[in-house]
């Protein structure tokens, strides 16, 4: 509903203060920011601390003619101050309310500084790590993104984003963007609207029904038509379908790119063709660029109403009211209580790949670290604000941890470079020590914006490292920092235990010596090839599926096939030179405590169309028992597989999920509401997509990761 005061405000504006409520200019020198908000410029990048953004919004309230104040924007996007994990690695906690704690915590911190409004969450569903931004996002399922996407937008906001720690979410960037052809960052998309509706909508539907304030349009095309001039989209499904009443903000130069999409003959042409498709906020200053007199073809009603979204959302943000931020109130640095809360995260995200038993750590006399992450501060990751907390080095946490073990630096490689005399000093050093820990990933450069990658190895000579250290035939254990999947097939069965830290800080000691028992599941597949991408576990049987040996296949006949030891029949989907599924599945993850699943029970065999279309839900819920010696995390994930329906179903589909701690011998019972929303699906074969149930049976699969599942089966009828 639109208030009194902003309608009086838009029937009071002339055209050119219009625009430029319209528009966002992404970080202008100080002189040069205070000119075009005196001008009638309506939002600007965070100008660094709350001292320069009182100076920019006394120019907006006090010099220009209207007096409407600022929206500050900023990509909070893993912490402001206290720097949190990266997204994908808050994915792999598998803990919505975690992330929403961090959320919080970031809002706070950034609210605090000035910013009111953050260019975060990114909901982009990926199943491509040949593209950086998967570090961003949440990974390649749609339930775990639209959950944690859900989170971080409370999280962000509260529920009043007038309070004093709020800030407005920006969901971002809509839509499909995590899908371009090639894993090239801005490349094409052509997503069907099946794909769309099943895959890349849903996460920001769930978003924008938690609330979000704003939506991001994404660089990419969508079938031939670039998001930023995208009318079906930004208009027809997001405004009109979902009844969306905040913001589209353009990314940056979005408008301007329509040029070389080649959709627009000039900017003009691109300007006009962003505002009438929904996008509200420019982000570039293109709309100035431009004579006045080519903006009059611009519907002065779409202005208006861009226009009052906009003003609507700055009096939702108390800026009206309250322009200015207390200076004294700035949280510069990260208390005790927020670095504890961003170590317990980085801790949760990390997940144990695999282990043979070396860890935890037991003391070790001799301690070899090597590898670029040895002793780097560079656990940080995509977008880590400059002013973001240090971390400290593995090499430091480990000294003072293990006082009374020899830890050795030596050797090693850089990310990119790194000699023989490099890796041989390491190899000599492995030789005299008890177990080596190889610190190895990728630098931040290598992952977030126009950072894809076609060869997901570990980059420069890491490999070589690992090689090297391994062949001493002393336990190695390797340490992942790194921002997407990697192929790690080259070494990974040569070495005893694999930590994925993500880019997570140096909690990773606390899991390497046992202090805390990793839980943390993978949010994306490890694929044993680049060959295998784009890839995910949510995929169609097809017409002949392959079948891993000793399962369904061992009734087809063996045809001596050269190739995949792991699959029998010739005619089915499967590569030659490459066994079957990935390196990792999504969901994967192991730690150091044991559990026992009961078999999982329905509470009750069938339910109807009706009652499910009424709301209706049934339950699923199986029996824990943490058999281990010490308390540990246990992650149930519960999938449903659709067995029969209209379209090709995916083989299965991560529905709900529940991470919870149990100490040694305690059972606990895990219970899921299974409904509508769990057990339906989009079909897109009419002119208007629909949400549909179908009857059938469903096999509901459940445990603590996918390939440790126990099915029960439900009749819809
Ligand atoms: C970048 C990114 C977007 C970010 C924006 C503002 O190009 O695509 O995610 O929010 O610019 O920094």
């Excluded at 470079?417 to 990933?441: K, L, M, P, Y």
């Excluded at 096999?699 to 599942?709: A, K, Q, Y």
């Amino acid at each position: 509903m639109t208030s009194a005061r902003v309608i009086d405000l838009v029937s009071r504006m002339t055209p050119d203060e219009k625009l430029g409520q319209l528009q966002i200019i992404f970080r202008p020198r100080p002189d040069d920011a205070a000119a075009l908000v005196r001008r009638g410029l309506g939002a600007v990048f965070w100008p660094r601390s709350s001292a320069a953004t009182n100076a920019l919004q006394r120019v907006a309230v006090e010099e220009t003619r209207l007096g409407i104040p600022l929206l500050v924007g900023l990509d909070v996007v893993h912490g402001q101050r206290t720097i949190a994990p990266v997204p994908l690695a808050q994915a792999a906690t598998f803990d919505p309310p975690l992330v929403e704690a961090l959320a919080a915590l970031a809002a706070a911190e950034a609210r605090s500084g000035g910013a009111t409004m953050t260019f975060s969450p990114m909901v982009d569903v990926s199943r491509d790590p040949r593209w950086g931004r998967v570090v961003e996002g949440f990974g390649e399922d749609v339930h775990l993104t639209a959950t944690m996407g859900r989170a971080m937008v409370r999280g962000y906001q509260g529920d009043d984003l007038s309070a004093p720690g709020a800030i407005a979410a920006t969901v971002k960037h809509f839509v499909a963007y995590g899908q371009p052809e090639g894993g090239r960052d801005y490349n094409a998309v052509d997503a069907s609207p099946h794909r769309l509706r099943n895959v890349h909508l849903e996460s920001f539907r769930a978003a924008v029904d938690a609330g979000a304030a704003a939506v991001m349009a994404s660089f990419n095309t969508v079938a031939g038509v670039p998001m930023h001039a995208n009318h079906t989209l930004l208009t027809g499904v997001l405004k009109e379908e979902w009844g969306f009443a905040g913001v589209v903000v353009g990314d940056a130069d979005g408008v301007r790119n329509l040029l070389p999409h080649r959709v627009a003959a000039d900017l003009a042409d691109a300007v006009r063709l962003a505002y009438d498709a929904g996008l509200d906020i420019e982000m570039g200053g293109a709309p100035w660029d431009l004579d006045p007199a080519d903006l009059a073809v611009i519907d002065p009603a779409r202005l208006d109403d861009a226009v009052a979204r906009v003003l609507s959302l700055k009096e939702a943000l108390g800026v009206f009211d309250t322009p200015y931020v207390d200076e004294h109130a700035e949280i510069t640095t990260p208390d005790a209580a927020s670095r504890a809360l961003a170590r317990r995260a980085a801790a949760r995200a990390t997940v144990l790949l695999r282990n043979d038993g070396t860890l935890p750590l037991k003391a070790p006399r001799h301690l070899l670290l090597t590898g670029p992450y040895a002793e780097s501060t560079d656990h940080l990751g995509a977008w880590t604000q400059s002013f973001g907390a240090p971390a400290g080095s593995i090499a430091d946490a480990l000294r003072e941890r293990l006082p009374q073990t020899e830890v050795r630096v030596a050797g090693g490689t850089g990310f990119f470079d790194g000699s023989d005399d490099d890796i041989s000093a390491a190899r000599a050093a492995a030789q005299e020590c008890d177990v080596v820990v190889v610190c190895v990933g990728e630098p931040s450069t290598l992952t977030g914006e126009a950072a894809s990658r076609s060869d997901l190895r570990l980059p420069g000579r890491q490999e070589d490292l690992i090689r090297a250290v391994a062949g001493t035939g002393i336990p190695i254990v390797v340490v992942l920092e790194n921002g997407r999947p990697l192929v790690v097939a080259d070494w990974i069965d040569d070495v005893s235990a694999v930590l994925e830290a993500w880019q997570a800080a140096a909690a990773i000691v606390d899991v390497l010596l046992g202090a805390v028992n990793p839980a943390g599941r993978l949010p994306m597949s490890f694929p044993r090839s680049v060959g295998q991408v784009p890839i995910d576990y949510a995929h169609e049987t097809t017409g002949r599926p392959a079948t891993v040996r000793g399962s369904l296949a061992a009734e087809s006949q063996d045809i001596g096939l050269h190739g995949p030891d792991n699959v029998q029949e010739k005619f089915t989907s499967k590569y030659l030179d490459l066994d079957l599924g990935p390196q990792f599945a999504f969901g994967h993850g192991t730690g150091y405590a044991t559990f026992a699943h009961a078999a999982p029970q329905l509470s009750r065999p069938t339910i109807t169309l009706g009652e499910l279309e009424a709301g209706g839900t049934l339950t699923v819920s199986v029996e824990v028992a943490n058999t281990a010696e010490r308390a540990g995390d246990e992650v149930v994930q519960v999938y449903v597989e659709d067995l029969v329906a209209s379209i090709a179903p995916p083989v299965r589909r991560l529905v709900a999920f529940d991470r919870r701690t149990l100490d040694p011998d305690e059972t606990h019972r895990f219970s899921f509401a299974l409904g509508r929303e769990q057990l339906g699906f989009w079909l897109t074969d009419a002119a208007t997509a629909r949400f549909v149930v179908e009857p059938g049976v469903f096999r509901l699969h459940v445990g603590s990761t996918l390939e440790s599942t126990q099915a029960v089966e439900l009749v819809v009828e």
